[in-house]
């Protein structure tokens, strides 16, 4: 996991190709103006989803999420939220999505961080993690996913 902001994206050229593309994109593309839904970037290889939402509270029936395939780079447009993170190893009920390329899972986070615009999370496969949570208040959410693919 990374947890940076915008403002240093350059520190992580090179640690993959399919990082720089995602990475120069980032850099060039007028983020607030983006469409809503799948933006292509590079194929499968490099894409992004953009869309909204209202934070929530954490609750018995909140679903974390962990990929097998892909990095999940999350940037928050505007709004804020709150993810939670929970190693998978201590999450429960797993239900494997491999058509979404997604394992789903109940559980508690054991940690969590704020996430504002300027600020990204960069998140790798395995790793546990619930957004959309409230940060102090409900609010609405503008937000891009890059997916990275692995391959």
Not at 131 to 137: D, G
């Amino acid at each position: 996991m990374i947890y940076d902001t915008l403002n240093h994206l350059d520190r992580y050229q090179g640690l993959s190709p399919a990082i720089d593309t995602a990475i120069r994109f980032l850099k060039s593309a007028d983020l607030n103006h983006l469409p809503s839904g799948r933006v292509e970037i590079s194929g499968d290889t490099v894409y992004a989803n953009h869309f909204s939402y209202e934070t929530a509270p954490f609750s018995s029936s909140s679903i974390f999420e962990a990929h097998q395939q892909y990095l999940d780079l999350h940037i928050v447009l505007s709004g804020q939220e709150t993810v939670g993170l929970t190693p998978t190893d201590q999450l429960l009920n797993p239900d494997i999505q491999t058509d979404q390329d997604a394992v789903l899972y109940t559980g508690v986070p054991h940690e969590s961080l704020s996430l504002s615009p300027g600020q990204f999370l960069l998140l790798y496969p395995g790793e546990g993690h619930l957004p959309k949570l409230i940060h102090e208040t409900p609010c609405h959410v503008d937000k891009l996913v890059v997916k990275i693919a692995l391959f």
